[in-house]
């Protein structure tokens, strides 16, 4: 159990020196010390505020180092290059409830320490009563089924394909249509926000339209997740418009947006925050830099997102599948263990019928959002035929009934089969 008077931040480092000394140069560099000590540096005010270091499991060196480091070059300082993850106790009374401080706390200056040729923030753990002092999800998993009316299986989701260039009435025709195919959930390209030709003054009211017509006719609620992604001000004006549409999403690029834009958006609505990554492989591809995906969602989960991206399993992006799915689980984790501040964990690129048997495999639920562009909009019967294939294809993984199997009955999943699974032979 962890001391709720305290945090947990662990990393993977590489150094030259001895790894135990260095993660004490972490410890000191983000809580009270620098490189000597200095006037008003007190015991008294070092066992007070002082981050401590828990442990240091050193792994196999390397022979080159991954990174170019200047202050070790200056000092003639060479390898091997010793490798290990080490964990660092923060006390909460340095931060408080400050998110933005938080992560230049764990993370900020670390990753231009003279001492290291690789750092990585692995992860982040915290205490129950610090997490309460952070925004918790206004829907989550729970609030996005209530809202879509989808009590079990994954929600099947689409993209605005194009990306960009379509008239707000255009939009809304194709939205429209997609409605009509039968999906649960709508959203935005990432980079598509208020353009000149489609602003969403304008974009908002007209897809709105087309999905109330929809629900009219059916009695379902499609969720559209709206790119409102811009400065604080202006995001809290379109979240506002899309309420006042009966819209119930809206989706922000977190990375660009910053903690404390997202921090105000969340505390000014109630509406789903869909919470887009893109960017992140900039913090995340190199094996010994950046930010793991653990600590990462911590943070923008502590900023109140609903939804978190994951990529998808076999996509088309750089992602093993192994950290798709570790993804994924993290999402599903809440961080404290009497806290339900699970996310919902968002598949997509590349994502087809063919894929709900390996995503279904690696984590054995369909507490989910499946997102598929082309798997839906290229499937040869249409749009319609595209959604029911994976309907199809989630149906039957979780009946324990192979693919193709179920393809012998389901014309709309054998079509997704031959075509898309071609393809990727």
Not at 288 to 303: P, V
Not at 390 to 409: C, D, K, N, P, T
Request: aromatic fraction near 6%.
């Amino acid at each position: 159990m962890m001391n709720h008077d305290r945090f947990e931040a662990s990393y993977l480092i590489e150094t030259p020196l001895d790894p135990a000394r260095v993660a004490e140069i972490m410890a000191g560099e983000q809580s009270s010390g620098t490189f000597t000590r200095v006037a008003g540096e007190t015991d008294e005010l070092r066992n007070r505020t002082r981050a401590v270091v828990t442990q240091v499991e050193e792994f196999a060196p390397a022979a080159t180092p991954s990174l170019p480091n200047a202050w070790l070059a200056r000092k003639g300082v060479s390898g091997p290059y010793r490798r290990a993850q080490v964990s660092i106790s923060f006390p909460v009374s340095n931060v408080g409830a400050n998110l933005a401080t938080l992560a230049s706390i764990v993370a900020g200056n670390l990753f231009d320490l003279g001492e290291t040729t690789g750092l990585r923030l692995d992860s982040i753990r915290l205490p129950e009563s610090y997490r309460r002092r952070f925004a918790l999800p206004a829907q989550g998993i729970a609030g996005t089924r209530r809202l879509t009316g989808v009590d079990a299986g994954p929600l099947v989701g689409s993209i605005i394909k194009p990306n960009v260039g379509l008239s707000p009435d255009e939009t809304a025709e194709l939205v429209s249509k997609l409605c009509a195919a039968g999906l649960d959930f709508i959203k935005d390209d990432e980079i598509s926000a208020n353009p000149d030709h489609a602003p969403l003054a304008e974009r908002i009211p007209a897809v709105m339209a087309a999905v109330r017509r929809h629900a009219d006719r059916t009695g379902k609620q499609v969720m559209i997740a709206f790119n409102i992604t811009d400065e604080t001000d202006a995001m809290r004006r379109h979240a506002d418009l899309v309420a006042r549409e009966g819209g119930t999403c809206v989706m922000a690029s977190l990375n660009w947006c910053g903690f404390s834009g997202i921090e105000t958006l969340r505390r000014s609505t109630d509406l789903v925050l869909h919470g887009h990554r893109n960017g992140y492989g900039a913090v995340s591809r190199h094996p010994w830099l950046g930010i793991s995906f653990q600590a990462y969602q911590t943070l923008w989960r502590l900023a109140g997102v609903d939804h978190m991206h994951v990529h998808g399993v076999q996509g088309k992006f750089a992602q093993e599948d192994e950290e798709v799915v570790s993804s994924a689980r993290d999402c599903v984790t809440p961080l404290t263990e009497d806290l339900d501040d699970r996310v919902l964990p968002a598949f997509s690129s590349g994502q087809w019928a063919g894929t709900a048997q390996p995503t279904w495999d690696a984590i054995g639920h369909a507490d989910l959002l499946f997102m598929a562009g082309g798997g839906i909009l290229a499937h040869p019967g249409g749009p319609a035929a595209g959604v029911a294939s994976i309907r199809q294809a989630w149906a039957a993984v979780a009946a324990g009934v192979s693919l193709s199997e179920a393809a012998q009955r389901q014309p709309e999943l054998k079509q997704a089969l031959d075509t898309f699974g071609a393809k990727l032979c």
